[in-house]
């Protein structure tokens, strides 16, 4: 049985095998490392939402811990609650800091760096949090949580001022 004769040039039908196999070659390698670069991105996303999720429940606790300093210095006159204050309430402040920093066009590292560090975030789980504070803090969850945590500040100033 025949072909019919063909209408339309195929440009590929004129190639050698070996451009055939390198062009195949080529495109899979585009489309590995393209996969590749998806899979790390998503594990610096998760890491860096972990690591938020893990800063908050620090800044939660120093809260906390603030809260029931200054009370307890405020009815008793203990100068250990009075420390315990000063102690938890860096948490909070750190986090703000590092917070601050990183809204800046050109902001500082080592600055929120510190604050984080002063917040209780382990240094390894800093770089994704940069990363995904720099970069996504427009989409709607991350928005909102920044919306709270800035709304948060004016409880810590609070607690500063009773202080």
Known sequence: MSRPPRSVSDPLRDLSIGAKLGGMVAMFLVSTT???AI???SFTLSSGVRSYVG????????????VYGISRYLHTGDRKALELFSTAI????????????MLKANYDEIVVYQGFLAGGVQADDIP???FL???FQGIDFLA???DIWTQADACVQELLTVS
């Open 144 to 146: 909102r949580a920044i």
């Open 39 to 41: 899979v790390a991105l």
């Open 90 to 101: 860096a948490m909070p402040l750190g986090d703000r800091r590092a917070r601050l920093e």
């Open 55 to 66: 800063a908050e429940s620090q800044w939660s606790k120093g809260q906390k811990d603030a």
């Open 133 to 135: 504070f720099r970069n």
């Open 128 to 130: 994704e949090m940069i």
């Open 34 to 36: 393209a996969a590749l």
